[in-house]
């Protein structure tokens, strides 16, 4: 695991850095690599890199590498789990001198012997550059997932690339401005989705595609993957079951390769129990297994996590996350992510893996379990609305929306107050919309009441674009699959993995996620909607597929997710913060909201008129971004 960056000079004359530039954006990777930190130099390219040492802990894996003819330059963050095999199968050793037993090392000459094409035979989480001096061409890979982050940005002169946006920023000729579209879909989802970022000008490699940027400045970007959903009808449950488990069994095995100690995040839901057992399976001495839990019950797990440790005998620890120890860390937890985010995840997986990080250095994590398994509520509010919308339009407006309108607003995790409400918002528009607005934080009526005029007038595309986008390519033909689809391309990419990457490697920890391996997602694309979701019983499959491996309350346990309490804590506890971050002089302040709009969102939550916790916490995390950042 590492953190990489570089820059390219576009056009006919030499690369001519300002003193110092790589040296600075290499270092503002250092919690991503605390182990080895190298740069390279050449005509017209520079490529730096930091080092987690994780596989072959010898200096024989400083990068950026060279090849022997010094022609190619590779600079890799990641782990390609199959790399032994492609060694083995294309036969490097026989035409190559090796120097290290790394997956770095492998990609290098991979890219000498096949190019480009040998981006589909890669298994793992990865994020690479290759200056191939010989074409002048540059190339920026990103894994199939997005597990691991890949930013750019060009000028007229030159084109920058980094792992954390933070890298790019080191070079002052990157201008900073808010992208007005960006923060538009932000608000409507809470995370920055797409290739897009929070600033304008600088962009994303999508996952699943390479891009390739020629020293004359152009362009081309090409995907090399996409999750194909070729429904096997005549696949049964028996089978089905018994296949998921081998693959999972196999995922687990592949990502536990490494040379130093890795434990399991455990949440006590279903997916990180998985990991455990099937680790334990496969590991002598005791796991260790790591819980973030809060005082509040209806989103703390750190029970039931306790109670699976002590059943599979694991070394484990727990931390709790309270109002004070958010306090302490607002704002500066988002230098770690350099976009807004309201996730409400992103914090505890901050606390937990500084925990983690005293005993261990690679982590599994359960991230992609609810995209292959159909695993959300909103999967199951997918088949019920087809039912719902059966009961007559006046009936449901009429009747059943008043009845719903009494219920008392409530602060707990997934209230029925706030399910009710959220799932007859969504029964009369069509799947892709509704499910986008099932997960809505502000909706279209309330981002046009908050923004400023000029805002909406930069921002005219609807964020159900991300999703649209997805449905409409998919070639699944039960609409639950498209569904699935949409999970896997937008919200684990661009929502999960974020916080998973970020709070993870702000600690030097690495995290590997199973539930994405190939094989596993795969097969899973295969298996028919019926199966993944009979009835309303959601995680079918791997439910059926662990039992004896795990004890019958956990298979038979309802999703909670990892979230903090906010709605509870900004009207009681951190009701200082919000009033501070969200208060009219620093909204006017900023030029894009209409601070009255503000105003009535906090006097709205803060009397329990409305839960607007997800708003709130939305636009605090925007607004303290905008002060870091953009002054």
Known sequence: MCGICGVLRLGGAPLELPGGLLDRMTDTLAHRGPDDRGTWVGEKAALGAR??????????????????????????????????????????????????????EVLLHLYEELGMDMVPELDGMFAFAVWDGRERELYLVRD???????????????????????????????????????????????????????????????????MRVCADGSVTLQRYWDLSFAEDDALG???????????????????LVSDVPVGVLLSGGLDSSALAALMRRRVGEPIRTYTVGFEDPSFDERAPARRLAAHLGTLHRDVLVTPGVVREMLPSYLRWIDEPYADGSAIPTWCVSAL???????????????????????????????????????????VVAP??????????????????KRFLGGLDLDPVDAHLWWRVVLSAE?????????????????PERWFRDVWNRSGARDGLNRILHVDSAVFLPDDLMV??????????????????????TRWMATVPARLKLPGLRKKHVLRQALRGLLPPEILAKKKVGLEMPYSRWLAADLKDVLLDWCGPERVRAVGLFRADAVDVLVQEHLERRHDHGRPLWALMNFMMWHELYLG
């Open 356 to 398: 983690a990080r005293e005993d261990v250095t690679v982590l599994l994590s359960g991230e992609g379990g609810d995209e292959a398994f159909a695993g959300y509520d909103t999967h199951a509010a997918f088949k019920v609305a087809a039912l719902a919308r059966r009961v007559p339009r006046a009936v449901r407006r009429g």
């Open 499 to 520: 916080k998973n990457d970020r709070m993870t490697m702000a600690h030097s920890l690495e995290a590997r996620v199973p539930f994405t391996d190939l094989e596993l």
């Open 403 to 420: 009845l719903v309108g009494l219920l008392p607003v409530s602060h707990r995790k997934l209230s029925l107050e706030f399910r009710m």
């Open 446 to 462: 309330r981002r046009r009441a908050l923004l400023a005029p000029a805002v909406l007038e930069a921002a005219a595309e609807a």
């Open 237 to 255: 449950e028996r089978e089905v079951t018994a296949h998921a488990l081998e693959l999972m069994d196999a995922a687990v095995g592949r990502q």
């Open 144 to 210: 199939r997932y997005g597990i691991k982050p890949l930013f750019w940005q060009r000028d007229g002169e030159h084109l920058r690339f980094a792992s954390e946006i933070k890298a790019l920023l080191a070079d002052p000729r990157v201008p900073r401005h808010a992208s007005l579209q960006a923060l538009h879909d932000y608000l409507a989802m809470g995370y920055v989705p797409g290739t897009q970022t929070a600033f304008h000008g600088i962009h994303e490699v999508p996952p699943g595609h390479w």
């Open 51 to 104: 080092r987690l040492a994780v596989v072959d802990l010898s200096a024989a894996g400083h990068q950026p590498m060279v090849s022997e003819d010094g022609s190619v330059v590779l600079v890799h963050n990641g782990e390609v789990y199959n790399f032994r095999e492609l060694e083995r199968h294309h036969r490097l050793r026989e035409g190559h001198a090796f120097r290290s037993r790394t997956d770095t």
